[in-house]
């Protein structure tokens, strides 16, 4: 079974900021990249990673035409391009490697 069809079927626990691991018990919590690259050592020796196909989600930035300003958005958007795929290791990870997973 893949793991995109175990997270189907799985109880996942979707942790807000300041949410800590220790009190969940069943089912499994999925840890955004970026929230795992400021965990500390002893919370990371507690994960596993995935394997292929893996498990990724897709951000979207949407705005509403008439009352934004392009160029800020346009700015933003940049901005997170040059910043998040170098702190990343899926950025290079090829697409076949990757599946999006609806949660």
């Given at each position: 079974?893949?793991?995109?069809?175990?997270?189907?079927?799985?109880?996942?626990?979707?942790?807000?900021?300041?949410?800590c691991l220790r009190d969940h018990?069943?089912?499994?919590?999925?840890?955004?990249?970026?929230?795992?690259?400021?965990?500390?050592?002893?919370?990371?020796?507690?994960?596993?990673?995935?394997?292929?196909?893996?498990?990724?989600?897709e951000v979207s930035l949407i705005?509403?035409?008439?009352?934004?300003?392009?160029?800020?958005?346009?700015?933003?958007?940049?901005?997170?391009?040059?910043?998040?795929?170098?702190?990343?290791?899926?950025?290079?990870?090829?697409?076949?490697?990757?599946?999006?997973?609806?949660?």
């Amino acid at each position: 079974m893949s793991i995109c069809s175990r997270l189907a079927s799985e109880k996942i626990w979707l942790l807000e900021e300041e949410n800590c691991l220790r009190d969940h018990f069943s089912g499994l919590t999925l840890l955004p990249e970026l929230y795992y690259l400021y965990l500390p050592l002893d919370k990371k020796e507690k994960t596993i990673d995935f394997a292929a196909p893996f498990p990724v989600r897709e951000v979207s930035l949407i705005y509403y035409r008439p009352y934004a300003k392009l160029r800020h958005v346009n700015a933003l958007m940049e901005e997170i391009r040059r910043i998040i795929p170098s702190l990343l290791e899926t950025a290079s990870f090829r697409n076949s490697d990757m599946q999006i997973v609806q949660i």
